[in-house]
């Protein structure tokens, strides 16, 4: 996670709601507050990067909250319940997505705006307004030319559900989310006593012992694994 990077929304409503101005205002202040955080922490390391939000975002209507199967995955260390098939509805998501905004499918979408980047590197967050478990699908979890992403929901539930609340801004979820595609590795489940010594503690944003951003910091394994070290 080095050179320059932008993080590019793309709101998805859902279950006959889109996202209002308002919300996306929230939003997009929570992920600046990102993006200025991860900058400070790869500076403490003395990292080279840069990262902007872009100034344009993608809002779209969604579909109804789907029924979804359940079944045993890892969580960090432990097995846990997860929803199955995750990975591949978060791209078929995305491309329909990619379809109602005129474009061919995701890999097209990409494609496009990264080009007109000129050499930024784009990180692609998708707001699903629904509650449910925020996750990333990296590169090499996907068969799709260049398309990577961060799922990230309008509200942490264990399971996909309709959203009944107004949508809450996560900056910690997001940031953990946007490190895991770089490389980071979960490290919530795990005692601390498991790492070597001043590797992890508990302020780590891959532990997420913490809900308020300000709270964590990236701790020198989390480092290694984004090549800051």
């Known amino acids: 996670l080095q050179g320059r990077v932008a993080l590019v929304s793309m709101f998805i409503g859902s279950d006959g709601r889109s996202w209002t101005d308002s919300e996306i205002a929230r939003w ?21 990067l840069a990262v902007g939000v872009a100034d344009t975002y993608f809002r779209v209507e969604g579909d109804r909250t789907p029924d979804v199967e359940i079944g ?114 979960d490290k919530y489940g795990i005692p601390l006593e498991s790492f070597r010594p001043g590797q992890v503690t508990h302020r780590d944003i891959m532990r997420m012992d913490a809900s308020r951003l300000e709270r964590l910091r990236v701790d020198p394994l989390t480092a290694r694994e984004l090549g800051w070290l």
């Open 72 to 185: 045993p995955a890892w969580e960090g260390a432990e097995v846990g319940l997860s929803e199955m098939n995750a990975i591949t509805r978060s791209l078929t998501l995305m491309s329909r997505a990619a379809a109602q905004l005129g474009f061919h499918d995701s890999v097209d979408l990409v494609r496009e705006v990264g080009a007109r980047l000129d050499g930024v590197t784009p990180v692609w967050l998708l707001h699903l307004r629904r509650a449910g478990r925020s996750f990333a699908v990296p590169l090499d979890l996907t068969e799709l030319d260049g398309v990577s992403l961060a799922l990230c929901y309008a509200r942490t539930d264990d399971f996909s559900s309709v959203l009944v609340r107004s949508p809450t801004p996560g900056a910690a979820m997001i940031a953990h989310e946007v490190l895991h595609l770089f490389g980071a590795s």
């Open 28 to 48: 997009t202040t929570s992920i600046e507050r990102v993006a200025r955080w991860i900058e400070k922490e790869a500076d403490r390391y003395g990292a080279g």
